[in-house]
Protein backbone atom coordinates (compact mmCIF):
# COMPACT_ATOMS: atom_id res chain seq x y z
CA UNK A 1 0.00 0.00 0.00
CA UNK A 2 1.35 3.78 -0.14
CA UNK A 3 -0.15 6.62 1.69
CA UNK A 4 -0.18 9.76 0.01
CA UNK A 5 -0.20 13.39 2.17
CA UNK A 6 -0.82 16.55 0.56
CA UNK A 7 -0.16 19.87 1.84
CA UNK A 8 -0.12 23.20 0.36
CA UNK A 9 -3.81 24.17 -0.42
CA UNK A 10 -5.43 27.17 0.53
CA UNK A 11 -7.63 30.54 -0.47
CA UNK A 12 -5.24 33.30 -2.76
CA UNK A 13 -6.41 35.73 -4.49
CA UNK A 14 -7.18 35.75 -8.63
CA UNK A 15 -3.20 36.18 -9.69
CA UNK A 16 -1.36 34.41 -6.76
CA UNK A 17 0.88 31.75 -6.54
CA UNK A 18 0.49 28.52 -4.05
CA UNK A 19 2.44 25.26 -4.76
CA UNK A 20 1.29 21.92 -3.33
CA UNK A 21 3.22 19.02 -2.30
CA UNK A 22 2.44 15.44 -2.27
CA UNK A 23 4.37 12.25 -0.10
CA UNK A 24 4.32 9.04 -0.58
CA UNK A 25 5.40 6.53 1.75
CA UNK A 26 4.72 2.72 2.49
CA UNK A 27 5.03 1.25 -0.34
CA UNK A 28 6.35 3.80 -2.44
CA UNK A 29 9.08 2.01 -4.58
CA UNK A 30 8.82 1.65 -8.57
CA UNK A 31 6.30 4.48 -8.80
CA UNK A 32 6.04 5.09 -12.53
CA UNK A 33 3.28 8.18 -12.62
CA UNK A 34 2.87 11.12 -10.39
CA UNK A 35 0.17 13.66 -10.73
CA UNK A 36 -2.41 15.76 -9.93
CA UNK A 37 -6.25 15.97 -10.75
CA UNK A 38 -8.65 18.42 -9.40
CA UNK A 39 -12.57 18.44 -9.36
CA UNK A 40 -14.90 21.71 -9.12
CA UNK A 41 -18.10 21.41 -7.58
CA UNK A 42 -20.74 20.07 -10.13
CA UNK A 43 -18.07 18.78 -12.27
CA UNK A 44 -15.66 15.81 -13.29
CA UNK A 45 -12.32 14.92 -11.67
CA UNK A 46 -9.93 16.38 -14.46
CA UNK A 47 -6.11 15.66 -15.06
CA UNK A 48 -4.30 18.85 -14.31
CA UNK A 49 -0.64 17.62 -14.53
CA UNK A 50 1.82 14.90 -14.31
CA UNK A 51 5.42 13.89 -14.65
CA UNK A 52 6.70 10.50 -15.64
CA UNK A 53 10.02 8.86 -13.59
CA UNK A 54 11.94 9.95 -16.82
CA UNK A 55 10.52 13.58 -16.01
CA UNK A 56 8.24 13.76 -18.84
CA UNK A 57 5.15 15.70 -18.48
CA UNK A 58 1.91 16.58 -19.29
CA UNK A 59 -0.32 19.23 -18.70
CA UNK A 60 -3.86 20.51 -19.49
CA UNK A 61 -4.65 22.96 -21.29
CA UNK A 62 -6.26 25.62 -18.83
CA UNK A 63 -3.26 25.58 -17.19
CA UNK A 64 -0.12 25.18 -19.12
CA UNK A 65 2.00 28.00 -18.73
CA UNK A 66 0.90 28.72 -15.07
CA UNK A 67 1.31 25.69 -13.71
CA UNK A 68 4.86 23.55 -12.82
CA UNK A 69 4.73 19.83 -11.89
CA UNK A 70 8.01 18.53 -10.43
CA UNK A 71 9.06 15.35 -8.65
CA UNK A 72 11.87 14.21 -6.09
CA UNK A 73 12.62 10.75 -6.57
CA UNK A 74 14.60 10.31 -3.75
CA UNK A 75 11.29 11.99 -1.37
CA UNK A 76 8.87 10.32 -3.32
CA UNK A 77 7.34 13.69 -3.77
CA UNK A 78 5.58 15.48 -6.09
CA UNK A 79 4.68 18.91 -6.38
CA UNK A 80 2.60 21.47 -8.16
CA UNK A 81 3.49 25.02 -8.41
CA UNK A 82 0.19 26.92 -9.42
CA UNK A 83 1.29 30.67 -10.46
CA UNK A 84 -1.57 33.58 -11.83
CA UNK A 85 -4.04 31.61 -10.54
CA UNK A 86 -7.92 32.27 -11.52
CA UNK A 87 -11.32 31.98 -9.97
CA UNK A 88 -11.57 28.67 -12.28
CA UNK A 89 -8.71 27.04 -10.72
CA UNK A 90 -11.40 26.63 -7.64
CA UNK A 91 -11.20 22.80 -6.68
CA UNK A 92 -10.30 20.03 -4.95
CA UNK A 93 -6.80 19.02 -5.80
CA UNK A 94 -5.92 15.72 -5.52
CA UNK A 95 -2.26 13.98 -5.99
CA UNK A 96 -2.49 10.88 -7.97
CA UNK A 97 0.39 7.53 -8.13
CA UNK A 98 0.67 4.84 -10.48
CA UNK A 99 3.14 1.63 -9.41
CA UNK A 100 2.29 -0.81 -11.69
CA UNK A 101 -0.95 -1.49 -12.23
CA UNK A 102 -1.96 0.10 -9.17
CA UNK A 103 -3.57 3.65 -8.76
CA UNK A 104 -3.33 5.60 -5.52
CA UNK A 105 -5.40 8.81 -4.81
CA UNK A 106 -4.69 11.65 -2.09
CA UNK A 107 -7.16 12.76 0.12
CA UNK A 108 -7.74 15.74 -1.27
CA UNK A 109 -6.87 19.58 -0.32
CA UNK A 110 -9.05 22.78 -1.35
CA UNK A 111 -7.47 25.31 -3.51
CA UNK A 112 -9.79 28.40 -3.38
CA UNK A 113 -9.38 31.36 -5.70
CA UNK A 114 -11.17 34.36 -4.79
CA UNK A 115 -11.69 37.48 -7.62
Known amino acids: QVQLVESGGGLVQAGGSLRLSCAASGSAFNINAMGWYRQAPGKQRELVADIRKSGSTNYADSVKGRFTISRDNAKNTVYLQMNSLKPEDTAVYYC?????????WGQGTQVTVSS
Open 96 to 104: NIKRGLSVY
